[in-house]
């Protein structure tokens, strides 16, 4: 449904000239800017709705890598190192808020607890995948994670009451169950690779003894 949309705005895109790192770093630089200059302000609707039409135009860097077919391994490194500095401004641009005039040091706290957390989920997936094993299991991938935060700032920027703080209390305890579930999943994967290899070994030396 999503490749729907995306593939032809991905062809348009290609057509005039634009590259999908173009694409990336458009996307990357309006929702860091966004972030930046509306939440401090306490502009909160304002900035989840540029945030959120920067955050969907950068999902269109696959699709014109595809239309140019210019899927690179750079072009996926810039994307994901991109994504995660996007993802910071945007927890930073709202801790400002909360110290500054929102004047809430709980919810501050709370959102550097979601900050580092996001990171955290990351770099778990990325870490065992240098390690050679599978990590994608988690309740709080990257855009769970963007739909809970820009829908809570955003209804909070509307008035609704209580929904930012359940919002950020939400989002706290699905990034601490996602590193647990990454932890003990990266854990299994290990410990099973090495009794394989074990195993393996063994087999080998009672071949090598039978000889």
Do not use: H
Not at 33 to 60: E, H, K, N, Q
Not at 154 to 179: D, F, K, R
């Amino acid at each position: 449904m999503v490749s729907r949309v995306t593939a032809p705005l991905g062809r348009s895109l290609a057509r005039i000239g634009i590259t999908p790192n173009i694409v990336t770093l458009i996307g990357a630089v309006g929702v860091i800017a966004g972030a930046l200059y509306f939440y401090p302000r306490g502009l909160l609707y304002a900035g989840s709705v540029v945030i959120t039409v920067f955050a969907l135009f950068d999902m269109l860097d696959g699709a014109v890598a595809r239309a140019k077919d210019a899927s690179s391994e750079f072009g996926a490194f810039l994307d994901s190192s991109l994504d995660r500095v996007a993802d910071a401004s945007i927890f930073a641009g709202l801790m400002w808020w909360f110290v500054g005039d929102g004047d809430d040091p709980v919810l501050a706290g709370l959102t550097l607890f979601c900050l580092i957390g996001g990171f955290m989920v990351s770099y778990l997936k990325a870490r065992a995948e240098g390690l050679g094993v599978n990590c994608d299991v988690g309740v709080a991938e990257r855009t769970e994670r963007l739909v809970i935060i820009l829908v809570a700032v955003g209804l909070a920027g509307l008035g609704v009451p209580y929904v930012l703080a359940g919002g950020l209390w939400l989002l706290a305890a699905m990034s601490l169950i996602t590193i647990l579930q990454r932890l003990v999943e990266t854990r299994a994967r290990l410990n099973e690779r090495d009794a394989a290899k074990t195993q393996e070994d063994t087999e080998g030396n009672g071949a090598a003894q039978e000889t």
